[in-house]
Nanobody, 124 residues
Framework: QVTLVESGGGLVQAGGSLRLSCAVSGRTFSSYAMHWFRQAPGKEREFVAA????????NYADSVKGRFTISRDNAKNTVYLQMNSLKPEDTAVYFCAARALGTIATVPNGLSYWGKGTLVTVSS
């Protein structure tokens, strides 16, 4: 059984920063490709960022490139999303997800496990 628990969401002003964390249970965490998706009210869930098991290969949505950074600590079974220069359009529920195959997927159907999400609200 694999569980993912996100934390770190909250209310921040535009231009501010937040750091999301995702704690993962499971002995094979280090082999998973870890992802962050987000879903704004009335919109579909969209890809934000992902990182492969080694931590070397990453992928970002164009809308967050240069502002968000994904990282992982395999010793702590945790993945992070550092979000800087936040904009009101970043407001969404942010979900952590894992892909057991180890490769990166940019669509929700490709993910094996999901957390319940953490709300990020960016005020203007």
């Amino acid at each position: 059984q694999v569980t993912l628990v996100e934390s770190g969401g909250g209310l921040v002003q535009a231009g501010g920063s937040l750091r999301l964390s995702c704690a993962v249970s499971g002995r094979t965490f280090s082999s998973y490709a870890m992802h962050w998706f987000r879903q704004a009210p009335g919109k579909e869930r969209e890809f934000v960022a992902a990182i492969r098991w080694s931590g070397v290969t990453t992928n970002y949505a164009d809308s967050v490139k240069g502002r968000f950074t994904i990282s992982r600590d395999n010793a702590k079974n945790t993945v992070y999303l550092q979000m800087n220069s936040l904009k009101p359009e970043d407001t969404a529920v942010y979900f952590c997800a894992a892909r057991a195959l180890g490769t990166i997927a940019t669509v929700p159907n490709g993910l094996s496990y999901w957390g319940k999400g953490t709300l990020v609200t960016v005020s203007s």
